[in-house]
């Protein structure tokens, strides 16, 4: 069974910096790309990141370029996310996904569920 | 960036009716699309892929269509389990990948 388990989520001060992790079982992490997305009530659902399966090719949303990097430990099956410079708009719920294999098909198979973040003084 | 909006935002069913839910988006994305459902505390589940495929266990009554910019997700039958919020989701271009609001199910 396919298991993906976020970790790491707390309150943070503005500016404040925190590491998301995820980890995966169930499945040969090290052959997927990994992504991250995020919840807030009220908007859905939106995606912040996408790595490969080595973890040097990476995309990111606008919104978190700069601040935001994801990496990952394929020894370790586990994904990351580096949230430095944070927001009060980026408290939500922070879900890791798996992308469906074969290439070229951006939807994801499988995800967390989930780990808050809220950032506030 | 590609706007998906769905619509209704909340969609009032009995049991064994039949529930039908609207995703546009701003351009065309050809068949790029997938479905999840999504209930509280739980995983995320994908429904539906290339706008009409079912993802592996998904049960017959949830069917999707549709290309282009319109798209469509039936549930033929709601049953209990079925009551949640459901997303759509465009994978034809991007950064970034982009869902819609969402559309909740909920018990008329």
């Known amino acids: 069974e396919v298991l993906l388990v976020e970790a790491g989520g707390d309150l943070v001060q503005p500016g404040g910096s925190l590491r998301l992790s995820c980890a995966a079982s169930?499945?040969?992490?090290?052959?997927?790309?990994m992504h991250w997305v995020r919840h807030v009530p009220g908007k859905g659902l939106v995606w912040i990141s996408r790595i490969n399966p080595t973890g040097r090719d990476t995309n990111y949303a606008d919104f978190v370029k700069g601040r935001f990097t994801s990496s990952r430990d394929n020894a370790k099956n586990t994904l990351y996310l580096h949230m430095n410079s944070v927001r009060p708009e980026d408290s939500a719920l922070y879900f890791c996904a798996r992308e469906a294999p074969n290439g070229g098909n951006y939807y994801f198979d499988s995800w967390g569920r989930g780990i808050p973040v809220t950032v506030s003084s | 960036e590609i706007v998906m909006t769905q619509s209704p935002a909340t969609l009032s069913v009995s049991p064994g009716e039949r529930a039908t839910l609207s995703c546009r988006a701003s351009?065309?994305?050809?068949?790029?699309l997938a479905w999840y459902q999504h209930k509280a505390g739980q995983t995320p589940k994908l429904l539906i892929y290339h706008a009409s495929t079912r993802a592996t266990g998904v049960p017959a009554r949830f069917s999707g269509s549709g290309s282009g910019t319109e798209f469509t997700l039936t549930i033929s039958s709601l049953q209990s389990e079925d009551f949640a919020v459901y997303y759509c989701q465009q994978y034809n271009k991007w950064p970034p990948l982009t869902f819609g609001g969402g559309t909740k199910v909920e018990i008329k």
């Open positions: 351009q065309s994305i050809a068949g790029s």
């Open positions: 169930g499945f040969t992490f090290g052959g997927y790309w």
